[in-house]
């Protein structure tokens, strides 16, 4: 069968003056660009015009199952377990991946985990795992699936094989600032989720000024746009809408955030990561039908770190994917760097912000972090954030220790952190989990 | 001096959101973008966001300077005359072009006139002009100079040291779907007008259901967006608004044009036709300087037609460009279409309406025009168009000719012509020139 020819700049104009393009235009706009015969600069175009008119349903499906065909999957139907998968939008500190991967293989749920890297203010899966001294991320399909039976979940970067259309799109529209267009979010992420061959997919929707959406309306029209076009493939999806207007847990940077997933596994973590992980977790073992009622699911993912299970079972995939197992009992092995830090109130005050974006970017700063897409990150760098907002603290407090790689570049991010956070203003937290999407619409948490 | 980095996403990005660039952005961008640094795929992409937030005027004219300054110039500046062009957006039958240059330099006005080709349903002057046995347009800056300083005209395509920023611009807006864009328009053909070095312009703006833009307010906007822009350079710009929404004058192809031309220069042309070129004649004379009263210019321009003096400066151009003078006292010397085919009424009726955009389709079916820029035209076809809105015919007239290449091909140009035409249905017709405007505004003709 060979495709209709196309007469692209026909497509562009059309999409242009807000009229939609048939599915089947989609199919070929995306086999063509993949193939090299429509070229960046035509694709660019339409991108642009897609940020401004957007795209229907029948087309954003289209656009999707096109991407998602445009290689192979990561085949899994052949599983017993059911296979859910948990995405975030991105932010500071939001380590919970490490937690519910190990947690939900204990409950029967396979997890096939593909994470990305950090760019800019927001960290990245891939980074925090490979601050672990010998873990590879970069498994081929047959060995993530010899991890996957072996342990329930297996935890890894993108393959050349799957997706490929995202991967060349996704590079057009970053240096070509057509890359804030929901339904071009939308079909990136749940293109490459649904090449996972998932029979479940919670969201986690970040809201908030250090999310990478900050419109709380923007926010849940993304968390719809992809539950419609996960539950259309027959994966069930929901969402939950958590907060990013400050940092999740105390630890942000790599090690560090690793160190603080080995507490929470032993049951040990900062209440508000341990709640949003918990509430995450819960909602994953729902979609997967291991679970129907919600109380159950809780107290089950609360069970498997009550255990030590979750526990083991990172232990385990620590080695299985080449790292260094006894950092998990002894996260003193992990990269640490040579200068940390204090910083402490200089009065008696209430926290009433900390905010996430500069938080993020101090860690860049010291080279936690990344600008471009191949700059390379220290893993032993980080900032531990001590308070909250609404906090009272006292004169001589600490609020946060900074870990560096020289005395001058931790003074330079003593500055961000007392910049990014607000003493004694108005008061205004966003409540750690807000809502619950589902297909059936949203509800207050 | 070097150029400051450009962060071209955040460029795209910042465009994108409704803000604008800065003077010097805009010309890095172009300076980046002939040289091969910027690529087209970010290009295309600002085209499109420029297509949906526009220019601001301090961008635009940012714009049009860099595009101007991209190349060399057509450096007339050391002539004792006024240097004068008019510019049309284009239509039907629009053969203005070849009378107004002699016209013009028989009254010491000169006209470097520079032009293009057709392209869709318009004609091009380049095509009429080469219909013209051995006339040639492909001149160097140094043979048109010669030209101009011996006859006061020349007529003539874009040379490849004129303005290449717009060449590789609108190649690219071509396949992109963002040739639409007023500042983008203005940019392109003020950027090629002010090359060369005019002290005066007058833009022929057409306006109904054939010009190239169909809504008479942006047609407004688009006349005063050039003027701006030819003022702000010290060149003074007029336009009238005229009429297309049926075809200018009877012929419509390229050696018919000609033929008509010539008809024109001996003082016999359509009355149409002589109207909008002696009235664009007489703006080209005021905005020279060299006349002052508009009834006066207006004299003088019919003057140079009575006395032959125009015919005679039109041979001497054709001789002196390469092409055949004996066609300007034998028009039968003009390729001639071996078959002529008579269009009639079928009925007495009255004429209401004329598109332009069918008849030039059908001379593209005839071989006439181009839909590609590389396809070639044959100059001998084409379609004389006798009738206007508001003619009563009686059953058995002519309502137009058709000269083709195969009577297959004048019988489905026919169909063309009759789908073209409205009998006995509502009659609207433009004035056949609706308005002036110049920098203080715009005033009805």
Redesign the interface.
């Given at each position: 069968m060979t495709d209709p020819p196309l007469v692209?700049?026909?497509?562009?104009?059309r999409?242009?003056d807000g009229l939609a393009l048939a599915p089947e235009e989609w199919t070929a706009i995306v086999r063509g660009y993949v193939a090299g015969t429509i070229?960046?600069?035509?694709?660019?175009?339409?991108?642009?015009?897609v940020?401004?008119r957007g795209l229907t349903e029948p087309e954003l499906v289209a656009l999707t199952g096109a991407m998602l065909e445009s290689g192979d999957r990561f085949r899994l139907e052949d599983m017993a377990w059911p296979r859910v998968d948990k995405h975030s939008i991105g932010g500071v500190g939001d380590k919970t991946s490490l937690l519910l991967a190990p947690m939900l293989a204990c409950l029967e749920v396979a997890v096939p985990m593909i994470s990305g890297r950090g760019l800019g203010h927001t960290g990245g899966t891939l980074d925090k795992l490979e601050a672990i001294p010998g873990f590879s991320t970069q498994l081929s399909l047959a060995e993530a699936r010899r991890v996957l039976d072996r342990l329930g979940c297996v935890m890894m970067g993108q393959t050349p094989e799957l997706v490929p259309a995202d991967r060349k799109l996704y590079a057009?529209r970053?240096?070509?600032?057509?890359v804030?267009s929901i339904p071009l979010i939308s079909a990136s992420i749940m293109s490459k989720k649904l090449a996972e061959s998932l029979t479940g997919l919670v969201l986690d929707i970040k809201t908030g000024s250090g999310a990478f959406i900050t419109d709380p309306v923007q926010s849940l029209v993304l968390a719809e746009t992809m539950i419609r076009l996960g539950e259309a493939r027959g994966c069930r999806t929901t969402a939950l809408l958590t907060a990013m207007d400050r940092p999740l847990g105390v630890a942000c940077g790599n090690a560090v955030e690793v160190a603080e997933v080995i507490e929470g596994l032993r049951g040990g973590g900062p209440a508000d990561l341990m709640e949003v992980t918990y509430a995450l977790a819960a909602e994953m073992l729902l979609v997967s039908g291991r679970a129907t009622a919600r109380a159950d699911a809780r107290a089950r993912v609360e069970a498997v770190i009550e255990s030590g299970q979750a526990l083991d079972r990172f232990r385990q995939l620590v080695e299985v994917q080449g790292g260094d197992p006894r950092v998990v009992d002894d996260p003193g092995r992990l990269p640490r760097a040579p200068v940390w830090l204090d910083v402490v109130a200089d009065r008696n005050a209430t926290v009433t912000a900390v905010a996430p974006r500069p938080i993020g970017h101090a860690i860049v700063a010291l080279g936690g972090g990344r600008t471009k897409t191949d700059d390379r990150v220290d893993p032993a760098v980080g900032i531990l954030v001590f308070v909250r907002p609404g906090q009272a603290v006292t004169r001589g407090e600490r609020l946060a220790t900074i870990a560096a790689r020289s005395r001058d570049a931790a003074e330079r991010a003593r500055a961000s952190v007392l910049a990014a956070m607000s003493f004694d203003g108005p008061l205004a937290p966003l409540p750690l989990i807000s809502h619950r999407v589902t297909r059936d619409g949203v509800v207050p948490w």
């Open positions: 692209v700049p026909r497509l562009i104009e999409k242009r070229p960046d600069y035509q694709i660019s175009a339409l991108a642009m015009a940020v401004f057009l970053d240096v070509t600032g057509t804030e």
